[in-house]
């Protein structure tokens, strides 16, 4: 079982940054691929970035690619999400999620434990 607690939301002008982390409880954090999500009001909720169980790997979302980087620290069991140059348009609740296996793919395509949302509004 992994328990999934994402940090870092809040309320930012357009341009501005912001740095969301998730920390996880569980004892093979380093097992799993872990990724974030996000679900804007009245949308569904959209795949944002991925990263594998070692780091080596990241995939992101064309619409944040250049702007958004994953990253992972297994030691404290912590992922991060660094967004910069946020746009209105990432305004969404956005989830922390943590794959079945270690490959971005199990996580992208089907998590299996989600944290509980961390509000991100930009304003213009």
């Known amino acids: 079982q992994v328990q999934l607690v994402e940090s870092g939301g809040g309320l930012v002008q357009?341009?501005?940054?912001?740095?969301?982390?998730?920390?996880?409880?569980?004892?093979?954090?380093?097992s799993y691929a872990m990724g974030w999500f996000r679900q804007a009001p009245g949308k569904e909720r959209e795949f944002v970035a991925g990263i594998t169980w070692s780091g080596r790997g990241t995939a992101y979302a064309d619409s944040v690619k250049g702007r958004f980087t994953i990253s992972r620290d297994n030691a404290k069991s912590t992922v991060y999400l660094q967004m910069n140059s946020?746009?209105?348009?990432?305004?969404?609740?956005?989830?922390?999620?943590?794959?079945?296996?270690?490959?971005i793919t199990t996580?992208?395509?089907?998590?299996?434990?989600w944290g509980q949302g961390t509000q991100v509004t930009v304003s213009s």
Do not use: I
């Open 86 to 103: 946020l746009k209105p348009e990432d305004t969404a609740v956005y989830y922390c999620a943590a794959g079945a296996g270690r490959n």
């Open 14 to 30: 357009a341009g501005g940054s912001l740095r969301l982390s998730c920390a996880a409880s569980g004892r093979f954090f380093s």
């Open 107 to 113: 996580v992208q395509r089907t998590p299996a434990y």
